[in-house]
């Protein structure tokens, strides 16, 4: 893999937006509820964490997390969160995208799943990232499967469960870097599939009203949907 070395502008003071919670990452943490089902048992990356309020989360579900950031003053932020939550299949990792992806897999790696949240904000980051998902997915190119559900914008269920990357962002920042984002996972063979949020809270909700009527336990907490209008979840695989 050629390392990609991004301009030196673009990440000055960048440690002070990783050492916040932004709104993504909590639409994120909702979507991992809603399917913390597809976690069960896997290996997950966590890109771009930040604080690490989603690779955090996820912990509660999954087998294995890397939580990762660029800058050492968020890496170290989200080392001491580790050790103040003690969370046993947690781990922290500094990771440039593009940049030693390789010698970082085989250190840190494989990983069954990768997963950010706001993390496409600027045009010049985004190589960098797919390159880098590509990599960590690299794996499961040879796994492809083809869902025909997935042309179904209704479907928000997704069945795969391996070699995924899931990414939230408000739509606005999404919509802004969509052509760059288009080339760059055609390139490598991506696809993309959006998720309806407020659909996918719908799904759920019945679901769960059908365990109550059977005299079930609810399983799943139900945020109300009108808070992900001008939010994006978009999951990518081979």
């Not at 050629?2 to 440690?15: C, G, K």
């Not at 966590?46 to 990762?68: E, H, I, M, N, Q």
């Not at 696809?191 to 799904?203: D, F, G, S, T, Y």
């Amino acid at each position: 893999m050629t390392p990609r070395r991004l301009p030196s502008a673009h990440l000055e003071n960048t440690y002070l937006i990783g050492q916040m919670v932004w709104p993504d990452a909590e639409v994120l943490c909702h979507y991992i509820a809603l399917n913390k089902e597809i976690f069960a048992g896997k290996t997950v990356l966590d890109l771009g964490s930040g604080p690490g309020l989603t690779g955090f989360f996820v912990a509660k579900f999954c087998k294995r997390v890397v939580l990762t950031d660029l800058e050492d003053k968020v890496v170290s932020l989200l080392q001491k969160n580790a050790d103040e939550l003690e969370d046993k299949n947690v781990e922290v990792a500094k990771l440039a995208w593009g940049v030693g992806v390789d010698e970082f897999l085989q250190k840190h790696g494989p990983f069954d799943i990768v997963m950010g949240s706001g993390i496409v904000y600027d045009s010049d980051f985004v190589a960098a990232l797919i390159e880098t998902v590509a990599a960590v997915l690299a794996p499961f190119k040879a796994e492809r499967q083809e869902h025909p559900e997935d042309a179904d914008p209704d479907n928000v269920y997704e069945k795969q469960d391996r070699g995924l990357f899931i990414t939230s962002n408000f739509n606005y920042r999404w919509i802004r870097q969509v052509p760059i984002i288009d080339k760059t996972t055609a390139a490598v063979g991506l696809k993309q599939r959006p998720i309806n949020m407020k659909k996918l809270v719908e799904v759920v909700r019945e679901r769960e009203k059908a365990r109550l009527a059977r005299g079930e336990t609810p399983n799943t907490f139900i945020e109300d949907g009108k808070n992900f209008s001008t939010h994006n979840v978009v999951v990518m695989k081979w």
